[in-house]
């Protein structure tokens, strides 16, 4: 039967993405030095809070945020562990989603999951 390892990790989410993608880096790192095959991270971990941290999508730095993501899917790649994390997705401008993203071990964008 083959096995699988799955981390658990959670850190204090912000609205600074740059923040929250460092606790993430650092985070899957320690996974992966645990041997863990795949980290999950919590609901919109990257983004942050829509209504808590984040009081208008007016202001929300789209392009940081895609940026975040191309950085997360280059770690496992490189680290060949797979991620599993919360964002947020932009539909249109009126249709903001909260996301769960699943990227491989290969460095692939396997699935999402648009809470409803």
Same mark, same amino acid.
């Given at each position: 039967?083959?096995?699988?390892?799955?981390? *658990?990790?959670?850190?204090?989410?912000?609205?600074?993405?740059?923040?929250?993608?460092? $606790?993430?880096?650092?985070?899957?790192?320690?996974? &992966? /030095?645990?041997?863990?095959?795949?980290?999950?991270?919590?609901?919109?971990?990257?983004?942050?809070?829509?209504?808590?941290?984040? &009081?208008?999508?007016?202001?929300?730095?789209?392009?940081?945020?895609?940026?975040?993501?191309?950085?997360?899917?280059?770690?496992?790649?490189?680290?060949?562990?797979?991620?599993? $994390?919360? *964002?947020?997705?932009? !539909?249109?401008? /009126?249709?903001?989603?909260?996301?769960?993203? $699943?990227?491989?071990?290969?460095? &692939?964008? !396997?699935?999402? $999951?648009? &809470?409803?």
């Amino acid at each position: 039967m083959t096995r699988l390892r799955i981390a *658990t990790a959670q850190f204090p989410v912000s609205a600074d993405i740059g923040r929250n993608l460092k $606790y993430m880096r650092e985070l899957t790192g320690q996974a &992966k /030095d645990l041997r863990g095959d795949v980290v999950h991270f919590s609901e919109t971990c990257l983004g942050g809070y829509a209504g808590t941290e984040i &009081k208008s999508w007016d202001t929300y730095d789209w392009r940081l945020l895609e940026s975040a993501e191309r950085s997360l899917v280059q770690l496992s790649k490189e680290l060949r562990i797979g991620i599993i $994390y919360g *964002t947020n997705r932009r !539909v249109s401008a /009126d249709d903001i989603r909260n996301s769960l993203v $699943y990227v491989s071990a290969r460095g &692939k964008r !396997v699935a999402h $999951y648009d &809470k409803r």
